[in-house]
């Protein structure tokens, strides 16, 4: 079989290096990866930048695969309605839809990622990639509407990041990444963080707000504690990497961590974890090595438990020395892309 079209959904992202590895890896592969303009999770792209050209031509000139992996960005930009046309559209020429499962909790504030809307698009995929057999087990509890063809890839690891950048920042300082999403928690770890700071801990959180009301708490906060430093807005991956180098420990406060790019580069950089566990990713455990792990969450307990393992005698992290183990790198993970691929094609 010749090597198939992917277009990914969206095709590019501003603040997480997935999708663009992802590009990379497959097109060194021989695949041809789509670029028509429909969507892309940056600042500023709206969907005033998609034309009906863009749309026609790719109901013209469809790919063999749509990779999607945040139905609900297509969804904001275009209206759940007109998103489903036109993935119903492209799927009754030929297109085979993949999904990447990568959270349970929608990605879009407001209506998008509804219930019906997720179900939709779930209803017209063919195949589905999880991080694990644990992961796929709790998506399908919720989403009864994934095909059975299934995919198990963990997250891969980053290129080009070097252990011991995290542990050579202040012992006392954690921080958050990423967009920061009301699922995320971000706003009640911070307001936890400050009941019970002492002395020279900090707190960073670094992101694109996606909800008003956690950039007004995450701005309250930051005015009225100077333990608090808080740079909302989008930050490439190459300032998300210099950030990363000012932290020791990385927090992602959820209540359940399916797989996270933010976990991987952090124990990466060989910054410490303070997270719940990872659901069935046994490749992480090892990252979590010398870092906080706590089950069930609680952002008061977490903030207490990050406290006595600064205080206590710092261990490396077992990444540190191995660079994230048991983990796939980016070729290893198109290779297994490719053949997933072709396996839905030829179903």
């Known amino acids: 079989m010749s090597a198939p079209r992917v277009l990914q959904i969206p095709e590019t992202c501003a603040w997480n290096d997935y999708v663009r590895l992802q590009e990379s890896h497959l097109a060194a592969l021989g ?22 050209r863009v749309r026609d031509a790719l109901l013209r000139d469809v790919p063999d695969i749509v990779h999607v992996h945040w139905p609900e960005m297509l969804g904001r930009l275009l209206g759940d309605a007109q998103a489903l046309d036109l993935l119903r559209a492209m799927t009754a020429r030929g297109a085979r839809l993949v999904q990447t499962v990568h959270d349970l909790a929608p990605h879009e ?26 992961h796929e087990h709790l998506a399908r509890q919720i989403r009864g509407a994934l095909p059975s063809p299934a995919l ?33 928690r971000t706003a009640a770890f911070a307001e936890a963080f400050v009941r019970h700071a002492t002395g020279d801990q900090r707190l960073l959180i670094a992101g694109y707000p996606d909800h008003p009301a956690t950039h007004q708490v995450l701005t309250r906060l930051a005015s009225a504690h100077e333990q608090v430093e808080y740079l909302p807005g989008f930050h490439p991956w190459p ?45 992480y455990r090892t990252l979590l090595d010398g870092s906080a792990v706590l089950d069930p969450w609680d952002d008061d307990l977490a903030v207490r438990s990050w406290q006595r393992a600064v205080a206590a005698p710092p261990r490396p992290a077992l990444s540190t020395a191995t660079g994230a183990p048991d983990l796939p790198n980016w070729r290893e993970a198109a290779e297994a892309f490719c053949g997933f691929y072709d396996e839905v094609l030829e179903a």
């Open 239 to 283: 300032e998300f990497v210099r950030l990363l180098e000012r932290v020791a420990w990385v927090a992602l406060p959820y209540r359940r961590v399916w797989s996270s790019g933010v976990l991987v580069a952090a124990a990466q950089t060989g910054c410490r974890i303070l997270s719940p566990p990872p659901v069935g990713a046994e490749g």
């Open 109 to 134: 504030p407001g209506a998008n990622g509804t219930v019906s809307f997720i179900d939709a698009v779930d209803s017209l995929t063919h195949g589905v990639h999880f991080f694990t057999k644990e």
């Open 31 to 52: 695949i041809e990866v789509m670029r028509p303009g429909l969507c892309r999770d940056e600042p500023g792209f709206t969907a005033a930048d998609v034309s009906r």
């Open 152 to 184: 198990y890839l963990p997250h891969p690891r980053y290129p080009g990041l070097s252990p011991g950048a995290g542990g050579a920042a202040r012992r006392t300082t954690i921080g958050c990444f990423g967009r920061l999403r009301p699922y995320k």
